[in-house]
Nanobody, 126 residues
Framework: QVQLQESGPGLVKPSQTLSLTCTVSGASIPTGYYYWSWIRQPPGKGLEWMGVISYSGSTYYSPSLKSRTSIARDTSKNQFTLQLVSVTPEATAVYYC??????????????????WGQGTQVTVSS
């Protein structure tokens, strides 16, 4: 069973870069034929899909975030990462990493994903 765990700073200042890591166990990122996504939920709002990296390293991003988002993987640590640059308080959210067995562009229906991390709260504030 795939398990995911998010980690990173809980507080980021406006205009800085938000960086999060998702540590994967139970599957190998490059060989497990999974797709690895980042999804967030701002307070009082629904889930927002941010982007995905495939087992082969291909990346796909939400059009609204593409210019500020980067997803990468570290196969030696079996981790994948999220960077969101030039954040504003609107980036305050619970950030989740998730795994799926097919490419899901823009999908936020929880049951489509094989596994989710528990989520990590990130607050953008000075």
């Amino acid at each position: 069973q795939v398990q995911l765990q998010e980690s990173g700073p809980g507080l980021v200042k406006p205009s800085q870069t938000l960086s999060l890591t998702c540590t994967v166990s139970g599957a190998s990122i490059p060989t497990g034929y999974y797709y690895w996504s980042w999804i967030r939920q701002p307070p009082g709002k629904g889930l927002e899909w941010m982007g995905v990296i495939s087992y082969s390293g291909s990346t796909y991003y939400s059009p609204s975030l593409k210019s500020r988002t980067s997803i990468a993987r570290d196969t030696s640590k079996n981790q994948f990462t999220l960077q969101l640059v030039s954040v504003t308080p609107e980036a305050t959210a619970v950030y989740y990493c998730a795994a799926s067995q097919r490419l899901l562009l823009g999908a936020t229906t929880t049951t489509l994903y094989a596994s989710w991390g528990q989520g990590t709260q990130v607050t953008v504030s000075s």
